[in-house]
């Protein structure tokens, strides 16, 4: 079992839709999480750090379940602009980052 | 967010020849830098982690003798592909880590290489 995993998808919806995306862990230790954007031919940056209790900002909404080992993040009114690839990112605390293959989303007019 | 660079930005090399990527941290000092390698359609992969004044530590896997690094300060690591082939075709991206940055990792913008 791969340590991180996604759905590779593609996601393709329509302008304004929400969209929602899940990860799973196999590292019960792990204690950081990440969600990061990839635009094609670009490097990844970071859209936002998932916590416990879960946080939003705007649009996107990340969410932890420690207990069935898995994050999610909800996008919220699609804009086209959110067309990309969506990585999930695991760390153990000290520990490198364990990059999940991502789940590309196609927003359509 | 932190500012790291990465030079060139694309290369095109012939087989049999070595290329060297710098990775930059612009506004803070790095204390571990990350290299990983992208294939198309593919997620990041690690390849080794360098910490500043000492060897780099490699994924398994990875060649060490193919791919050198060095992080002899706390702004600049190189990752050297030495004798390199088609199939070492990726996109290299470096990452930085450290000081007042906390654990976070802050991406390069990639090293596009093509060998011919």
Redesign the interface.
């Given at each position: 079992r791969k340590e991180v995993e996604q759905d590779p998808g593609p996601f393709n919806v329509p302008e304004g839709a929400t969209v929602a995306f899940n990860c799973t862990y196999s590292n019960s230790a792990s204690q950081s999480f990440f969600w990061y954007r990839q635009d094609c031919r670009k490097e990844p940056k970071l859209l936002m750090s998932v916590y416990s209790s879960g946080n939003e900002d705007g649009r996107f909404t990340a969410q932890l379940n420690r207990a069935s080992q898995y994050i999610s993040l909800l996008i919220r009114d699609s804009k086209l602009s959110d067309s990309a690839t969506y990585l999930c990112v695991v760390s153990s605390y000290g520990q490198n980052f364990v990059f999940g293959p991502g789940t590309r989303l196609s927003v359509l007019p | 967010?932190a500012v790291v660079s990465q030079h060139p930005s694309r290369v095109i090399c012939k087989s049999g020849t070595s290329v060297k990527i710098e990775c930059r941290s612009l506004d803070f000092q790095a204390t571990t830098m990350?290299w990983y390698r992208q294939f198309p359609k593919?997620?990041?992969?690690?390849m080794a982690?360098s910490n500043e004044g000492s060897k780099a530590t490699y994924e398994q896997g990875v060649e060490k003798d193919k791919f050198l690094i060095n992080h002899a300060s706390l702004t600049l690591s190189t990752l050297t592909v030495t004798s390199a082939h088609p199939e070492d075709s990726s996109?290299y991206?470096c990452s930085a880590r450290g000081g007042d940055r906390g654990?976070?990792?802050y991406?390069?913008?990639?090293t596009?290489l093509t060998v011919t």
């Open positions: - | 967010g990350f593919q997620s990041l992969m690690l982690t996109f991206i654990f976070e990792q991406f390069g913008p990639g596009r």
